[in-house]
């Protein structure tokens, strides 16, 4: 497969690219940026860069070709050949394309077609050498050269008269009847004519010579003519005349009325066909905004195409889905949830199939409580209409959010950049994915996502809520700006969900919490600046009241939203109040148990307090009887056993973790390692290290911190100089990580050559942790 040649870039000529593109997403800068970031192992970034260009430029095979070049270079090749496909739709004789097609193909088991391709490849350039060179490895015999046809004598060219069909002379072919011929006349014999043979010379027509017994008699057509001028006794009467003439009187009347009948009603029929395009048009594009508002103007929109067609179902199946969201997402309450489950019934009926149709039996499933066998009969679906080649966007975003619902976070990961590449223009994917990323851990990839569905659709209600959450989750947050997303969320026109105004106005309950709480460790004129910037009154006792009718807003706004509950569990945590965080989080529960996030903050929250370890793995075991093997509860409940020494119980949960060899779970691997660290399982330890480092593919600190403990273990075999290399490999992957700073001078200061870069490492650590837990130590190795 071809690839660029790699250049390493300075951080100057990469900000150009990054430039270029930004001022420019439409132009060809999209090409040399996305190599860059191929080339720099900045695979999502390239990834998204490729789709822009796909976007940008439907009818170019370049940019799904560069973009199948990254999903190639993870080994995704399942994906890779998707993409190269793509490429071959819009230019089909593409060598390049052709050519990655078939090493793809031939890799994947399908040997004949990816052979087949090649040969194409190299029948489209002859001359290109790297095509020449993979039919070489991969044994395909280059065909020869086809021997020139010879060229014969020109024929000569009979008078058109004498020409017929060549097959003439062998079978008989029937003649043509000979229309309006009175009785007792038979037309008189064509004259025979003169035939070519095959050596130019003339012979006698067919018809002279065969003997009389086989000629073909010539057909004549007996029509009753009626001469008006021929005395009537010498006519013969026709039987039935008289009906004959009525009849044919009445057809003259029939005939133009029919005809006008079904003029009109194909008229008709044409414009009920436009106006029932014309209104499931403005649904599609209503669906496509994700909001509210736009959800009701689909609704209205289909409710239009139905009273043109009351059996269509492409109406019935938006209606099902924009009430099915209506219901689950914004509140709608019974009357949504009728509509969804009366239009899911009046479109089985049906039985058509539309992804619409079949997204909304899902959600309505979902958020009937029963999550898991939506997620079992979604997943089967999607997986058989993938292997028709019929893969839906639609679908796959909708599985990507029951997984995601169901802690399923790598496969809801997957599922979602899957629809991203299908509709890379889509608002409710990318937020879909800034969720995800977002419980992953993995912050700054989930802020890209959000800011993508943001420049898709301005004002986006859910990735406006999500940016602001999940800024109000760092350490020290810019207040300024979440201030700002949320006072947009409850202030623009048309408003959001009473539902997403609802979770805005608790999202503001905890801006205020945390602003509250850290004004007090600010200078006068710095708190006065941040009460300007957000709002948010100095004085504690003013702000507490504002909590509290922010949230008492909030619950008024929508009652049975156990989003709500989640979000003041986690202002009562950040206040430290772990019981009450505790019990609202569990009202969330009551509300809905089949959330696998809201059993993982009733964990944390747990956990938070001393001694709260057993009661928190007694809550995830509960929760794991009633869901099933949620990869996120089984973690979770691996680490409250961890945090109870039960180091036994925690491994064979994290095992359970890991059972399957298809998914990926690098938390359980990296707790996995631990433990064999600390027991002495030096082996055991690295094989899991190794996969957990491999596995966090695109999650820099969560690389750093599993070869930080992977050079820990090599420090305790004493293979210093594999210890070594892996701290190194730690502080390239993520120099932000701290913890490595520590344990890399802890390694160095037992060589007294190193006694300057000891001190520096430990320097930084100390700089980077004043209260952390390796802190004393450092210290000392810092020379304090």
């Not at 270029?20 to 390239?46: H, T, V």
Request: aromatic share 6%.
């Amino acid at each position: 497969m071809s690839t660029s040649p790699s250049k390493t870039l300075s951080p100057t000529e990469l900000a150009k690219l990054e430039h270029s593109f930004a001022s420019d997403p439409s132009s060809d800068a999209y090409k040399p940026l996305a190599e860059a970031y191929l080339d720099l192992g900045r695979f999502m970034e390239a990834m998204v860069v490729c789709k822009k260009g796909v976007k940008a430029h439907p009818t170019a095979a370049d940019p799904r070709l560069l973009l199948a070049r990254v999903y190639a270079a993870q080994n995704k090749d399942k994906k890779a050949l998707e993409e190269v496909q793509g490429a071959l739709q819009v230019q089909p004789e593409d060598k390049a394309a052709l050519r990655m097609a078939g090493v793809l193909q031939i890799k994947g088991g399908e040997s004949e077609t990816g052979r087949a391709n090649l040969l194409k490849a190299y029948q489209a350039d002859p001359g290109d050498p790297e095509t020449v060179t993979l039919l070489q490895q991969y044994k395909v015999e280059i065909p020869r050269p086809v021997a020139p046809t010879p060229v014969l004598a020109p024929v000569a060219t009979p008078p058109p008269a004498a020409v017929e069909a060549p097959a003439a002379a062998t079978l008989p072919v029937a003649s043509p009847p000979v229309a309006s011929t009175p009785v007792g006349r038979v037309s008189a014999p064509s004259q025979p004519q003169a035939r070519t043979g095959p050596s130019g010379a003339s012979r006698p027509a067919e018809a002279g010579t065969r003997p009389p017994s086989q000629r073909r008699p010539q057909i004549v057509v007996e029509e009753v003519e009626d001469d008006e001028d021929e005395p009537s006794s010498r006519r013969k009467p026709a039987a039935g005349g008289n009906r004959s003439k009525m009849l044919s009187l009445v057809l003259l009347l029939l005939i133009p009325l029919f005809a006008g009948g079904y003029g009109w009603y194909s008229a008709q029929a044409k414009k009920r066909g436009r106006e029932l395009k014309k209104n499931l048009d403005v649904a599609t594009e209503q669906l496509k905004h994700d909001s509210f508002v736009s959800y009701k103007k689909a609704c209205e929109a289909a409710d239009l195409a139905l009273e043109v067609d009351p059996d269509s179902t492409a109406a019935h199946g938006y209606l099902a889905y924009a009430y099915a969201i209506r219901w689950g997402e914004h509140g709608g309450g019974d009357d949504a949830r009728r509509q969804a489950e009366e239009h899911l019934a009046a479109a089985q009926k049906t039985q058509e199939l539309s992804s619409h149709l079949i997204a909304a039996q899902a959600l309505v499933k979902t958020y009937s409580g029963k999550g898991k066998e939506a997620l079992t009969e979604l997943d089967a679906q999607v997986k058989d209409l993938n292997d028709k080649n019929k893969a839906s966007s639609l679908l796959y975003l909708t599985l990507g959010l029951i997984q995601m619902n169901a802690g399923d976070l790598e496969r809801s990961r997957d599922s979602l950049e899957r629809a991203q590449t299908l509709a890379p223009d889509d608002p409710r994917v990318y937020a879909g994915l800034g969720a995800v990323y977002r419980r992953l851990g993995q912050d700054n990839t989930a802020w890209k996502n959000y800011d993508f569905a943001l420049r898709y659709e301005k004002d986006h209600p859910e990735s406006l809520l999500g940016r602001s959450l999940l800024m109000l989750e760092q350490d020290e947050p810019n207040y300024g700006l979440v201030n700002q997303m949320i006072k947009k969320l409850l202030e623009v026109d048309p408003p959001p969900s009473p539902r997403q105004l609802a979770a805005a106005q608790l999202a503001r309950s905890l801006l205020i919490a945390r602003v509250s709480l850290a004004m007090p460790t600010l200078k006068p004129d710095v708190q006065q600046k941040l009460a300007e910037a957000t709002g948010v009154p100095v004085d504690a006792a003013k702000a507490k009241a504002e909590v509290l009718k922010a949230e008492e807003t909030g619950f008024a706004l929508d009652k049975q939203n156990p989003e709500l509950n989640l979000i003041k569990g986690r202002r009562l945590l950040a206040e430290g109040n772990f019981d009450a965080a505790a019990e609202e989080i569990r009202k969330a529960i009551k509300v809905d148990a089949s959330r696998a996030q809201f059993h993982v903050e009733l964990a944390k929250a747990l956990m938070g307090k001393p001694g709260g370890e057993k009661e928190a793995s007694e809550a995830l075991t509960t929760a794991l009887k009633t869901m099933g093997d949620s990869p996120k509860l089984v973690v979770m409940l691996g680490n409250a056993y961890r945090r109870q020494n039960k180091l036994d119980d925690a491994l064979a949960q994290y095992q359970r973790a890991v059972k399957d060899p298809k998914a990926k779970n690098p938390e359980a691997r990296l707790a996995m390692g631990g433990i064999y660290r600390e027991r002495s399982e030096w082996d055991k330890a690295k094989e899991q290290l190794e996969k957990a480092s491999q596995e966090f593919f695109g999650q820099p600190d969560r690389v750093a911190m599993a070869l930080t403990e992977l050079g820990r273990v090599y420090q305790g075999q004493g293979n210093a100089a594999k210890a070594d290399e892996s701290f190194q490999r730690a502080l390239t992957s993520d120099e932000g990580y701290s913890p490595v700073y520590y344990f890399y001078a802890a390694l160095l200061a037992k060589d007294p050559k190193q006694t300057a870069k000891v001190r520096t490492l430990a320097q930084e650590y100390v700089k980077r942790e004043p209260k952390g837990e390796y802190l004393t130590d450092a210290q000392r190795l810092a020379g304090n």
